[in-house]
């Protein structure tokens, strides 16, 4: 189904593309996703991801190709190549049959190469990197044409030959457009096709020691795979008209329409590959997959579903202006996923012992629990109690302030699911610190209500002392304490928050989470979402990322 079937565009890009198939321009749409493989994606790649495979799904039989941007050896793993296509698939998209590398291109880039020398439109120049920068000129100032930019075509191509035969060192040639060195963009004054590396590629080997430039390779390698729609972030804009030149000055079977689009750029983040590295680099996060990073990687552990991507994508929509998305709207859309999904379960992460004096020793029972309140489809599970329980140590009060309702010496308060409990005494340590409550229960209040009709103010949650698991768990925040960390030239570093991660070592879980796998999600009540960390678990010792807090400051944006 179309997008204006759906109701009509929804954005600018949409509007053009359902032009063009309504005036006949294109009996299939055809996008494209092309990452280069030297890092791991963020969120900012997740909503070109979800724009152009979206777009491409909107208007069945369309498709979208996802075609790897390789054409720099020295930056490129197969490490990141498998984990784009990880990063790609998570977010619910498949390129079938249509998985490209611009590698693939590279001897039909290289014969194009040699087409605009024969035309006297390209030239092998040997000047050095830094007077190339220098004699580009500026803004407001022409360039300064090249001394080698006359070169015959016979020389221009037998130095080219050379330089693909391996012939010449590193920086000691490239090759060069030649466009207009007057231009007003910059990008059109004898931009640099080729430059020579002789470095081994992950996938041709050392077939090539020379290698294209991305302005050179993508408008070809959108032309030979008949994508019709090139759609790029902002920062492609001035680029535009050197894409065009591409297409018009040479026989591509195919002429694609560049559109850019503004980036996503979210708040208290970065979403560039060069920061996140410093980042990595420099130990301030455990890798690209620490929970803290804007990687796709990195949301997928801390527990984001891709539905809730998907949604915020979809939600802040595509404009052409670039503006800072709050990142309060991604949590929300992620609370508001998990809210759904997510099983309710009772976690304790700071304990403090509860003796139930009355409750018979050696005695311990099974109580029913509803797996998600609103969702009775989902069933029940059995939690145990006995005499001896763990309760959030934040739950007790010795001296309870005014608007303190749990628990307090004296004081009942609801247990969940369970019984009715009041404190009768409190038992400290040598240095003073409570270790301890003795409490006793009312056995007739099971399932929260009194036969007698008394209320309690408190409800509280709890595991049970003897059967509960212990686990790590691990307390995420925002990575910076800044919206905008590098607003006004600062430092990034200068603004990281150090209270992004909290690790709770000791804490007590419901028994039934020792079975807990990777990708389910779970409500502790009272507590966040949170999810099984799929890399430091381990048998008998889970660890747990919390994913998200139940406060939503998004709504409260919305209601300000």
Same mark, same amino acid.
């Given at each position: 189904?179309?997008?204006?079937? $759906? ?41 070109? #991801? ?18 790897? @941007? @390789? ?18 698939? =998570? ?19 290289? @014969? ?20 190339? *920068? ?23 191509? %037998? ?30 004054? %004898? ?14 080997? +050392?077939? =090539? ?31 535009? !008209? ?10 591509? !079977?195919?002429?694609? *329409? ?24 420099? /130990? ?9 990073? !804007?990687? #796709? ?26 503006? $800072? ?98 404190? %009768? ?26 036969? +007698? ?6 409800? #509280? ?72 960390? !799929?890399? @430091? ?21 919305? /209601?300000?």
């Amino acid at each position: 189904m179309s997008q204006t079937e $759906l109701g009509g565009p929804a954005d600018f890009i949409r509007a053009i593309i359902a032009e063009d198939l309504a005036r006949g321009k294109h009996e299939q749409i055809v996008t494209r996703f092309p990452p280069e493989p030297n890092g791991y994606l963020h969120i900012g790649h997740a909503k070109s #991801i979800c724009l152009n495979f979206g777009i491409a799904k909107e208007n069945t039989p369309a498709r979208c190709h996802l075609r790897f @941007d @390789d054409t720099n050896p020295t930056k490129e793993e197969q490490e990141y190549v498998e984990s784009i296509k990880e990063d790609v698939r =998570w977010l619910g998209f498949d390129w079938g049959e249509h998985l490209y590398f611009a590698s693939d291109y590279f001897a039909q880039l290289y @014969d194009y190469a040699e087409q605009l020398i024969s035309q006297g439109k390209a030239y092998v120049c040997d000047l050095p990197a830094d007077q190339i *920068r220098a004699t580009r000129g500026t803004l407001t100032e022409p360039g300064q044409n090249s001394p080698y930019r006359e070169r015959s075509v016979a020389e221009n191509l %037998d130095l080219f030959r050379r330089m693909r035969a391996g012939e010449f060192a590193d920086g000691s040639r490239v090759l060069r457009a030649k466009i207009d060195m007057a231009s007003g963009n910059l990008n059109l004054r %004898d931009p640099v096709l080729y430059r020579i590396m002789h470095t081994s590629h992950h996938r041709s080997g +050392d077939q =090539w020691c020379i290698y294209p430039m991305y302005d050179f390779t993508h408008p070809i390698s959108d032309a030979l795979e008949g994508v019709t729609h090139s759609l790029c972030t902002l920062e492609f804009a001035d680029h535009r !008209p050197l894409y065009d030149w591409f297409l018009a000055n040479l026989p591509v !079977p195919a002429q694609p *329409r560049q559109i850019e689009f503004a980036r996503l750029n979210l708040g208290y983040t970065v979403v560039s590959k060069r920061k996140l590295l410093q980042l990595v680099n420099e /130990g301030h996060v455990a890798g690209w997959d620490d929970p803290r990073m !804007p990687t #796709i990687s990195g949301i997928r552990r801390r527990g984001y579903p891709p539905e809730a991507i998907r949604g915020f994508c979809d939600r802040i929509g595509v404009a052409k202006k670039e503006s $800072l998305v709050d990142v309060a709207l991604l949590e929300h859309c992620v609370r508001e996923e998990l809210n759904q999904r997510a099983l309710r379960v009772m976690g304790v992460l700071n304990p403090l012992k509860v003796v139930i004096s009355n409750y018979p020793e050696g005695q311990s029972e099974e109580l029913t629990a509803q797996n998600h309140p609103q969702q009775p489809e989902l069933g029940q599970r059995q939690i145990p109690f006995s005499r001896e329980i763990f309760i959030e140590r934040d739950d007790f009060m010795e001296e309870p302030a005014k608007k303190f309702f749990r628990l307090a010496p004296g004081r009942e308060v609801r247990l969940r699911y369970a019984y009715f409990i009041k404190c %009768d005494e409190v038992i400290k340590d040598a240095s003073g610190e409570i270790v301890e409550l003795r409490c006793t229960y009312d056995p007739q209040t099971l399932g929260g209500s009194a036969p +007698d009709g008394r209320k309690v103010k408190g409800t #509280i949650h709890w595991v049970d002392a003897a059967r509960s698991i212990e686990a790590e768990v691990r307390l995420y925040d925002r990575l910076f304490t800044e919206e905008s960390p590098e607003k006004g030239g600062r430092d990034l570093t200068s603004s990281l928050n150090p209270d992004s991660l909290t690790v709770l070592s000791d804490c007590r879980l419901e028994p039934g989470l020792a079975e807990a796998t990777t990708g389910q999600h779970f409500q502790f009540e009272r507590q966040g979402y949170f999810c099984l960390d !799929p890399k @430091d678990s381990r048998p008998g010792r889970p660890v747990f990322n919390r994913s998200a807090t139940l406060r939503d400051t998004w709504e409260k944006v919305k /209601g300000s």
